[in-house]
């Protein structure tokens, strides 16, 4: 089966453009999850999405926006970027039952601002 | 608020060695713990997990990890080193605010030498 799939792979913006990632979770997996990666820290949780609609939102700014679509993917949405916002981002999909706890990632896009 | 520690940068072991990479987790509740690994260019890969149940649990690749509830920690352990472990490890404790983004460490980098 497949895993997390992200594209692009990488992406070098211009300060102050906008830019759209992309991620299709696992298949059956109903919950995705976003991430950015600053180099040497450990990935900090951006948004959750369940069934479509949002369910959780971290310390982020309005810039940052996602949504999920019927198919279960995903697009998060990063608007007036800056120099800080370079760092991978991270996809994680989730099955969504109860039981179900851990997170599944996938490769990551790398977005270097220049 | 609730946080992983990883207190090590960097551990350094030989080949064929056990192997220790140390968490300690502050969360309020019951808390489900997990460890990631990741490669170079790569996303997070799922090792374990504990969420209820025996202290000791196993995972992936031949690692194993020890739930200490008095101590709050959560260390992954291997018997026996390989060289291909070497790698880059978090611990992440979810989030006990009713939905499930993980909360991850600053992330140890394990170097095994032959």
């Known amino acids: 089966d497949a895993g997390v799939t992200q594209s692009p792979t990488h992406l070098i913006k211009t300060r102050g453009q906008q830019v759209t990632l992309r991620c299709s979770p696992i298949?059956?997996?109903?919950?995705v999850s976003w991430y950015q990666q600053v180099l040497g820290q450990g990935p900090q949780f951006i948004f959750q999405?369940?069934?479509?609609?949002?369910?959780g939102r971290g310390n982020f700014p309005d810039r940052f926006s996602a949504r999920q679509f019927p198919n279960y993917s995903s697009e998060l949405n990063v608007n007036a970027l800056l120099l800080g916002d370079s760092a991978l981002y991270l996809c994680?999909?989730?099955?969504?039952?109860?039981?179900?706890?851990?997170?599944?990632f996938g490769p990551g896009t790398r977005l270097t601002v220049t | 608020a609730q946080s992983v520690a990883q207190p090590e940068d960097q551990v350094n072991v030989a080949e064929g060695n056990p192997l220790t990479v140390k968490c300690t987790y502050s969360?309020?509740?019951?808390?489900?713990l997990f460890w990631y690994v990741q490669y170079p260019n790569r996303g997070l890969q799922f090792l374990l997990k504990?969420?209820?149940?025996?202290?000791l649990v196993k995972g992936s690749y031949g690692f194993e990890a020890e739930f200490n509830k008095s101590q709050t920690s959560f260390h992954l352990k291997k018997p026996s080193a390989l060289v291909s472990d070497s790698a880059l490890y978090f611990c992440?404790?979810?989030?006990?605010?009713?939905?499930?983004?993980?909360?991850f460490g600053a992330g140890t980098r394990l170097a095994v030498h032959p």
């Open positions: 994680a999909s989730r099955s969504g039952t109860l039981v179900s706890y851990e997170q599944y």
């Open positions: 298949s059956g997996h109903k919950s």
């Open positions: 999405y369940y069934e479509k609609e949002e369910r």
């Open positions: 969360v309020s509740g019951n808390p489900y």
């Open positions: 504990y969420i209820t149940g025996d202290n």
């Open positions: 992440a404790v979810r989030d006990s605010g009713g939905y499930n983004k993980l909360i």
